[in-house]
T-cell receptor
């Protein structure tokens, strides 16, 4: 079974530039998550989708971050404009909604963003 | 919102000894507690989980215990091996709406196994 795919793996940009990340979840997983993991910290949830609807975006800095999952499969996360403090690994995860397995989240390898 | 505290932040143990990592959570509505292992530069991977209707779960050298009354849960690794060296994250999950759960992670424990 293919895992969660993310691209790019690394991105270096200057502050005030824009950047976009892409995620393809595990086939059949209805729920998709974007996390921000700053060095030395645990992942922090930015946004959670159920199919193509937003379930929780309470911790998404909406003045600069946006995310979409138009067809309920792939998702993109955008930062515009980037700030130095956005330097982090951006992790995508997905989970099923069937029985006991629905809580288990599977993570992608992440995109490491460096803002200079 | 939910707050998950994790201790210690770093832990070094001799190979073959046991390691214990402890977490506390604040929201009594949390009902699912997974543990993730993250090796350097790699994705977090689920190693064990426990639900609120169970007090203890074991999988070979790894075990997790849950005390709902005290709102704390712990990861126990016995007979540690060099490949156990990684950062371990605890997490607490609760239902938010429409059958969706929200996962809140602890700050992580860097475990180093000394050969």
């Amino acid at each position: 079974e293919a895992g969660v795919a993310q691209s790019p793996r690394y991105k270096i940009i200057e502050k005030r530039q824009s950047v976009a990340f892409w995620c393809n979840p595990i086939s059949g997983h209805a729920t998709l998550y974007w996390y921000q993991q700053i060095l030395g910290q645990g992942p922090k949830l930015l946004i959670q989708f159920q199919n193509n609807g937003v379930v929780d975006d309470s911790q998404l800095p909406k003045d600069r971050f946006s995310a979409e999952r138009l067809k309920g499969v792939d998702s993109t996360l955008k930062i515009q404009p980037a700030k130095l403090e956005d330097s982090a690994v951006y992790l995508c995860a997905s989970s099923m909604r069937v029985g006991e397995a629905k809580n288990i989240q599977y993570f992608g390898a992440g995109t490491r963003l460096s803002v200079l | 919102g939910e707050n998950v505290e994790q201790h210690p932040s770093t832990l070094s143990v001799q190979e073959g000894d046991s390691a214990v990592i402890k977490c506390t959570y604040s929201d009594s509505a949390s009902n699912y507690f997974p543990w993730y292992k993250q090796e350097l530069g790699k994705r977090p991977q689920l190693i064990i989980d426990i639900r609120s209707n169970v007090g203890e779960k074991k999988d070979q050298r790894i075990a997790v215990t849950l005390n709902k009354t005290a709102k704390h849960f712990s990861l126990h690794i016995t007979e540690t091996q060099p490949e156990d060296s990684a950062v371990y994250f605890c997490a607490a999950s609760k239902l938010i709406d429409f059958g969706n759960e929200k996962l809140t992670f602890g700050t992580g424990t860097r475990l180093t196994i000394i050969p």
